[in-house]
């Protein structure tokens, strides 16, 4: 009997060579799990490489606006030109675009990952030229047959008003997250119990906000805390928000409650999980929420706004407050911090939550995904 031939996947990391955030976040996790597939019905093939990505230092962090101008151009040129001329040279069934942006044309099926619907719902934040190509591209796509996976059922409802939902299939990211208990030998990064948020400093994040709610919080809680905030300002002008959260510190004459700790290595953002009172995540706008799922895995409760992502990820197993305010937050704060029940029962629901988010769930919805459409 002749051996079945496998299906070739090319997928695209190009954008890996800026990503910092979600979308980087959720192109690693690809990738490992591409490295654990043991199936027999698919060959991926990664382009460009790993390890030319990982040496490239160019496009990281803060980058001067000609840095800009030179990765869009290397970008387009790539999706329009090079992506598809790879796809023939592979012979290639489906190209896997997990950046937002398919080429136009190509050899076999074209399937984008969109991870939320920013580009239509915040376009102050972007160029306006950049943007007006960007979303021609998307559109052209989509109307010449690329398929489009959301990265949560919310995700789906919001891009849906923008993109016809028959292009649309939502397929929840999932993370192989080992549950992390607390080390006897380590010491807690502060003297103090702390609230931690995790995250570059971006407006959409609500952190000032954050700082509001934190002082509410004070102004009732007798003992005392600290708020960290993990991570950089903004990757571009237009999206940070640095200036106006440290000015908030000041009004509220918080610079010793308030700890910006700027870059963290793995090992010393560990720690800082491994000892916090809760996780605050006060985000407007997210298209899924993976901090949720790794303050899981540390067992700390976890604490959002009314937002629709996060909601779907934490399930029971997050607080919510009732709205995007200081008081509603800084309430949910000072109940947490009061409520030990509350915060073992959350830590339990927030383990068993994370079964549902696994890596390799992720992996055969996708791949079950992939076969479904080469069989269209």
Sequence with gaps: MKKKEKKVVLVDIFFQHLAQTGIKTYTDNLLIQIERYKGDSFTFIITPSKESINKSKM????????????????????????????????????????DILSPIWSRGKRVSVIHDAFFWETPEHYNKLWRKFYLFLLLTGVKLGTKVITVSHYAKTTVAKYLPASSITAIPTGLDLEIKDQDENEQAPLPTPYFLHVGVMEKRKNLRMLIEAFAV??????????LVLVGQ???????????????????????EKVVFTGYLSNKQLSTYYKFAEAYVFPSINEGFGLPV????????????????????VGGNAVLVSERFEA???????LKISEDSQLRTSLKQLGYQRLSLFTGQKFLLSLTDYFNSITNE
């Excluded at 980058?63 to 990765?71: C, E, I, Q, V």
């Design 327 to 333: 008081k509603s937050f800084g309430a949910m704060m």
């Design 59 to 98: 496009f990281k962090g803060k980058t001067a606006r000609w840095k800009n101008l030179w990765f869009q151009l290397r970008y387009f040129s790539h999706k329009l030109f090079v992506l598809p001329l790879l796809s023939i040279w592979y012979k290639a069934d489906i190209v896997f675009s997990p």
């Design 233 to 255: 300002r903004g990757p571009r002008e237009a999206l940070d928000d640095f200036d106006g959260i440290l000015s908030l510190v000041k009004k509220h004459q918080l610079e």
């Design 293 to 312: 799922l790794e303050a899981f895995s540390y067992g700390l409760p976890v604490l959002i706004g009314p937002q629709g992502a996060l909601k779907e």
């Design 217 to 226: 919080f004070l102004e009732r809680k007798e003992s005392d805390y600290s």
